[in-house]
């Protein structure tokens, strides 16, 4: 009898203390966003941002060429090295630029 007091017991605990419990899902999507940015627990596989994502300085990051950061266009183009007939080298976008070949 002592055993099935004790375990009875364990289940009241274990339901009280952290189970699934009726009518504990969030019902505006206000608060399931809530619930969701207290939790600690992220996806695995989560990517995680942050830091700089360019090879090279920060202050001088005004033009890109595949990830790397260049002061000036020039700078940026001469290692493009845009060959063949009539490329030019180009640059679009901004924060940095992304500069080309065309």
């Known amino acids: ?9 364990l289940a ?5 203390c952290g189970g699934a419990r009726p009518g504990d899902e969030p019902t ?17 596989g989560a990517k995680k941002w942050g ?3 360019y ?8 033009y890109s060429l595949s990830g790397h950061c260049f002061k000036t266009e020039e700078a940026a183009c001469a290692v493009a090295k845009c060959a063949g007939k009539k490329p030019k ?7 940095p630029a992304i500069v080309s070949c065309r």
Request: proline content about 4%; some cysteine; glycine content about 10%.
């Open 89 to 95: 080298c180009f640059s679009t976008g901004g924060g």
């Open 1 to 9: 009898m002592p055993l099935r007091s004790v375990l009875s017991l």
């Open 12 to 16: 009241v605990l274990a339901i009280s």
């Open 55 to 62: 090879k090279g300085e920060r202050k001088e990051c005004f």
């Open 28 to 44: 505006t999507a206000k608060e399931k966003q809530r619930r969701e940015a207290r939790s600690d627990d992220a996806p695995q």
């Open 51 to 53: 830091g700089w994502r």
